[in-house]
Structure formats: C-alpha cells, structure tokens
C-alpha cells in the first residue's frame, strides 16, 4: 500500500533568541547595517532529531510521549505548517488538521459566516460549504445558535463548530492533535464515530493523543516520541506498554528528587518551627494535639533527643520505590537514632491523600505497644500486607514522641507515595474483592 | 516566489470572504454600523476645516479649503490605515499562521483591500462634495483616477507586505511607525498645496512617493486642468507612471522579502 504520509530523517530546530538580543533587536540590525545577518539565532533547540516514519494510506497512526517531546511538531510539519530544518516530509491528498479548533473564528460576526469563511479557508470551495452547511450545523448540534454571534458561544459549543467544519472538509489524511476532550462525553462518541467511519472509508488519520486507552482501541501503529527521538514504534500494544513503563520510572526519580527537597527544605526552616512546637505543647488533652497537627503545612520539628534520620518505602521484596501496585505488599522502613537513652516514646504513622483527607492513622501507644527502652541506631518497619488504596498520590506523616505527645521528631507530609491501579476506581480505600453473579446475568469482560 | 504569488489568485475566494468578515465586523454593534465609513472621514474633514478656518488662516489661492484637503485626506487614509494595521496583523492573526495552512500574506492583502473599500465608500461623500461645490473636472482627467488607484494600491501593498513581515521579527517597528506616519503626513502635500511649499522644501516632497500621489489626486479632482500651479513639478503625469513602476518594484521586493521570512512566522508570533 502506498504511504500517505512519509518523514524522512527529519530535524526540526527552534531558535532561541537572547532576552537581550530582542530589546535591542531593530537598533543592531539597523546598525550593523544587515537584517538576514541578525536574524541569525543565538541559541538552537531541536524539537525533532532524525525522525522518520510512514503511515500507510488509510491507516490509523498515533503518535505519544510525554509533553515537549515533539508530537505537535511533528503535527505541524505534516500539517505544513512549518518546514523541517533538514529531512522531507510527504503528504498525499488533501489535508485537514485539527490542531486548534476554531483558530480562525471571529468573534463578532455569526456563526453561520464563520463556518463559511473557515470552511474556505480550509480548503472548501463557497458551493461545497454550502452543500454540507445543515450537516455541519447539525453536527454541531448548533441549530438555534447559528446565526448568533460566536462569542456568545460556550467554548464547547466553540469547540464543536470548530470540529464540526474541520471534520467536514472530507479531506483524505486527518491530523488529530489532543482534540477529543472537546464536548461533552456524547459528543465525544460523536467524533469517535466519525473518526471510525473515516477509517472505514480508508483515509488516513494521525492521531496526537494522551488517552492511550484510544490509541490501544483505535490505531493500526503507534509512535512514541521522547525528546524529539523515536523511542519506539509498531503495535499500539506494546508501544503503549513501554511508554508506560518509562513514565513510571521517571515518576519514581521525580518523587525521590520532591521529597528530598521537601526533607531539605524542613531541615533549613528548622529554627522557625519553633512555634508549631510550642502550639502543639500548650494544647492540654492528646487527643486534640493530633487533630491541630493535621492542619500544620508540611514541616519538620521536634526536640530531636530522638531522631526519625531517614524514612524509605520498600516493596515486597526490598526495593526502595516510590510507586506501588495497589494491593502490593508495602513497608515503611524508619531509620531512628536515639542520643540518649529513652524510655517513653512512641512511634506513629499517618497515610493522607493528595487532599488532605486522613486515610489512616495508628501508632504503638494505640496498639498497646509499651516503650521500654531506646538506645543508639535502630530501625523501626511498619509492613502493610495489602496497600488497598486506590489510584493516587499519598503522603506520610511519620513521628516519634512522648506518650504525652512531645514530640522528638515529627515528619509532616514529608513523603509520598504513589499508588497505581489498571482499573479506575474512586474513593481512597480499595477493599479486595470480586463480583459474583447468579446464572441469569451474564456479563462480559470489556476490552 | 513568483509560484506563491500565483498561488494567491487561488484564495480569491477567501480573500474576498475575508475582506467582507472584515468589513462587517467591524461595526458590528455599533448604532450607525456601517454608515460609520461615510462618518469618519466626514468628521475628520470636520475638524480640519475647523482648524483652518477659524483657528489658522487657509492658505492664500485656494477657494474651497475643505474640498482640497478632502481630495488629500481620503487616499491617505486608506494609506496610512492598511500601513498602521498591517504592521499588527501577522501577530494578532498569528492564531491562524500557527494553526492552520495558511499563506500568510492574506493577512496584509485583507487589510490593505478592507481599507480600500473604506477608501471607495468615501467617494461618495467626495463626489456630493464636488457637485456642491461645482468643481472644475476636466473629464479627460479623470482616466487617470483608476491608474492612480491602482499605483496606490500597489505602493500600499508593496509597504503592507514589508511591514508585515518585519514587525514580526521587531516589535518595536509597530510603536515607531505611528510617529512616522504622522511626519508622513505632514511631509505631503496634503494640507497645503505643493505650490506653497518653498522650493528648497521641494525638492525633498518629491522624494516621498506619496506627494506624487496626493498631487495627482488634486490635480484630477480639484484644480482646473490648466492650472499650471497646481501642476507641481511639471508634467505630472510622468510623475505618476515612474511611481507606478517604483510602486511595482516595491511590491515585489515586499513579496520576495515576505516570502524569504515566511516560514519563521509560525515560529515567532
């Protein structure tokens, strides 16, 4: 079959000017006498290296990646938007690119005069816009707002009409950039229909997108791009899978390199966090100190006759990480030194979500774990069996302190972890479980 | 350069639907809508008169002050307007360069034509005036009113197309450009006839390309054919023609210049 849409080698380089450079922009190149000459950049960054692929015509193509790696440049430059700075790129038949929708609306004037004017100006000729005309607008489903003014319009009804005449140009290769979330979920059925149809009818769709469910369900191939570079290609499947492995991993460095910072950052204010201290003391039953606390900001304070040095997560089997498969085994491991020899004290933690929401909260005193004595280094490991939380980001409270609730060493919202989930449940706590049905319901696995 | 440029007769069609968008949203809302293009220069002839009349004295040989400024007036307007919007347009428009395959040069070709129409709305309003005033009109002259039309329109397009393209890459061209019409103005014979200028002064207005312009509008509308005063330099006629071909040259070098920037656009606005 042959290709609709070829890059070759393609490197696209953005330049950069100095900050400097753009104020004094016209007085130098008036200057030194040459504008081609300053027009030059100071600074280069390549948005695309030595990009190529094919999409064969009437294939459905996506291409992922994190953001900034170069997937809506490679839009564009399909598109013709703007030119590679080395490489070719080939496009047969007619294109049409949903890159932003309505980018050529103007706001006074009707609706109906706007679908006109971006119809042409996407290729359409006066009679063939208004032949399709009823069909756009019905698309839309703009039929009583058409000849108000667009910015009356919502944006999504915006976003509609802008779809609904891109989508109606009939051209043979559609660029799709991250236009999906547009409408409401039936009008995102709607598009997902059309784009099946035109599938059916053998164009060529490119697909920009971050749902990967889509890309899985929807397209022939998949391209992943990271920093401009061809990560990988082929089968949706698999792409898909790899680029998830990688976002994890590089999760996992963001969360270690945030909680470091976050660590830093308590032990440099430390002097300052004096008066949570002296607050959380002044209060009189230990019930309520708890209760204040969790409204303090993440911090650290404390007397520090005992010391929580360091706090890692593990998975079953030892790994320090940051990211764990809801119901995974999962331990909190506390280094704590002791710089004298202590008798009251107890250990605690507490899970928050990324809301603020308290998920749990227990430490030894509670389960009648009675101090006796610490002396020195130590290790102190609370294992959770099951981590049944659902998808999200949480944070620790870890702290050591007097049965009174003196603290030694309190961790505020210090750590975090993240727990992933293949299905997306709402709520915090995910109870293992299963469904089970009487023989007169039948149900199917979903793809 | 020369295949862009024939490219262009293709978006006939968007050109005219984008002048007309142009035209109807811009009164759009307002009360007296599109009579608004007979209103303005109406009341900038207005305020001219006004000045002239009662705060300094016209200037001695002219009998109907208002009716010489008006013929001035009018195509400097549709001038300096189609320069002032185009030196933004690429910017304000660059959702359309960004976003969509779009030959850029559109934009100023718009905004230089939607200002045109502006230009021949006004005519009426000139040609009422004329009547009022019994104007001498040769009618051999007036031939030469659509050749004028059509140096203008190349000259304009020519400074559109430069403007455009350069202010993207300097920013700073659209603030000073404002101050620079205005000396433009006055550097025209616009509010005084050219005859009054010392001679001196006159050699350098007729470097300005618009001075050839205004004259040759003057001359066709407001001054009897055989006032040799009015003639400016003499032979005005040949004047406008090297105009013309200047003008032709300037447009081209405007579209080669447009067309070697072109594709920083979608890149720097």
Request: charged share 20%.
């Amino acid at each position: 079959m042959p290709n609709a849409i070829e890059l070759t080698n393609v490197t696209k380089i953005y330049r950069k000017y100095a900050r400097r450079k753009q104020f004094a922009t016209l007085k130098s190149a008036l200057l030194s006498g040459s504008l081609i000459h300053d027009l030059q950049p100071e600074e280069t960054f390549p948005a695309l290296q030595g990009v190529s692929f094919n999409v064969p015509a009437g294939g459905t193509y996506a291409v992922i990646g994190r953001n900034g790696s170069g997937k809506s440049t490679a839009l564009k430059l399909v598109a013709g938007i703007t030119k590679p700075t080395t490489g070719t790129v080939k496009v047969e038949g007619r294109i049409s690119a949903l890159i932003e929708l309505g980018a050529g609306f103007h706001p006074e004037i009707s609706g109906r005069e706007n679908v006109f004017i971006n119809g042409i100006m996407l290729g359409l000729t006066k009679r063939e816009v208004t032949q399709r005309f009823d069909e756009i607008v019905e698309f839309a489903e703009l039929q009583q707002f058409i000849d108000a003014p667009v910015k009356t319009y919502s944006s999504g009804m915006y976003m509609r009409l802008g779809f609904a005449v891109a989508i109606h140009v009939d051209p043979d290769v559609l660029l799709v950039d991250e236009v999906l979330a547009v409408g409401d979920e039936g009008f995102t059925h709607k598009c997902l229909d059309k784009f099946g149809e035109f599938k059916r009818r053998g164009k060529t769709i490119l697909l920009v997108t971050h749902s990967l469910n889509l890309v899985e369900r929807f397209c022939d191939e998949a391209l992943w791009l990271d920093h401009g570079k061809v990560r990988g290609s082929g089968d949706p499947k698999r792409v898909v899978g790899a680029y998830l492995t990688d976002v994890g991993k590089s999760e996992e460095k963001e969360l270690a390199r945030l909680e470091a910072k976050s660590e830093q950052r308590a032990e440099s204010q430390e002097p300052a966090v004096q008066s949570p201290e002296s607050k959380v003391q002044g209060l009189e039953p230990s019930g309520s100190v708890v209760e204040d606390m969790t409204r303090i900001d993440e911090g650290r304070w404390g007397s520090r006759e005992m010391e929580i040095t360091a706090v890692t997560f593990k998975t079953a089997n030892g790994e320090a990480s940051h990211i764990f498969q809801s119901g995974d085994p999962m331990s909190i491991h506390l280094s704590v030194r002791a710089h004298q020899a202590i008798t009251d004290f107890v250990f605690g933690i507490g899970i928050y979500s990324a809301e603020g929401v308290n998920c749990y909260g227990t430490n030894t005193h509670l389960e009648d774990l009675m101090s006796v004595e610490a002396r020195g280094e130590g290790e102190v490991t609370f294992n959770i069996e099951s981590l049944d939380l659902v998808e999200g980001t949480y944070k620790v409270d870890v702290a050591v302190h007097k049965r009174d609730g003196y603290p030694y060493d309190y961790h505020r919202l210090l750590h975090t972890f993240r727990v992933k989930s293949r299905s997306k449940e709402v709520g915090i706590y995910r109870p293992r479980h299963a469904w089970t049905f009487s023989p007169s319901i039948t149900l199917k696995r979903g793809e | 350069m020369f295949e862009n440029l024939r490219q262009l007769t293709r978006y006939r069609a968007l050109i005219q639907s984008l002048v007309s968008r142009e035209l109807k949203a811009r009164y759009r809302g307002s009360v007296l809508g599109f009579f608004w293009s007979f209103i303005n220069p109406l009341l900038l002839l207005l305020v001219y008169t006004f000045v002239f009349a009662y705060v300094m004295p016209p200037p001695k040989d002219i009998d109907n002050y208002a009716l010489f400024l008006f013929c001035g007036i009018l195509p400097w307007t549709w001038f300096s307007a189609s320069l002032l919007e185009s030196s933004s347009v690429l910017i304000t428009g660059g959702n359309l360069i960004k976003k969509v395959m779009f030959p850029a040069e559109i934009l100023p070709i718009v905004t230089v034509l939607s200002n045109l129409v502006h230009f021949l709305l006004g005519l009426p309003i000139l040609v009422a005036f004329l009547i009022y005033f019994d104007a001498p009109i040769e009618p051999a002259e007036l031939p030469w009113f659509p050749v004028a039309l059509l140096v203008q329109l190349l000259l304009t397009l020519g400074f559109a197309l430069i403007l455009s393209a350069l202010t993207v890459h300097f920013r700073d061209l659209k603030d000073i450009l404002g101050n620079v019409m205005t000396l433009w103005f006055f550097a025209t014979p616009i509010i005084y006839p050219w005859f009054n200028a010392p001679p001196s002064i006159q050699r350098y207005l007729s470097l300005n390309p618009f001075t050839h312009l205004a004259i040759t509008y003057q001359q066709i509308l407001f001054f009897p054919a055989d006032t040799i005063a009015a003639g400016g330099p003499p032979g005005h006629w040949k004047w406008l023609l090297a105009l013309g071909v200047g003008s032709m040259a300037l447009f081209l070098f405007g579209y080669f210049l447009f067309d070697r920037l072109r594709d920083s656009f979608a890149e720097e606005v």
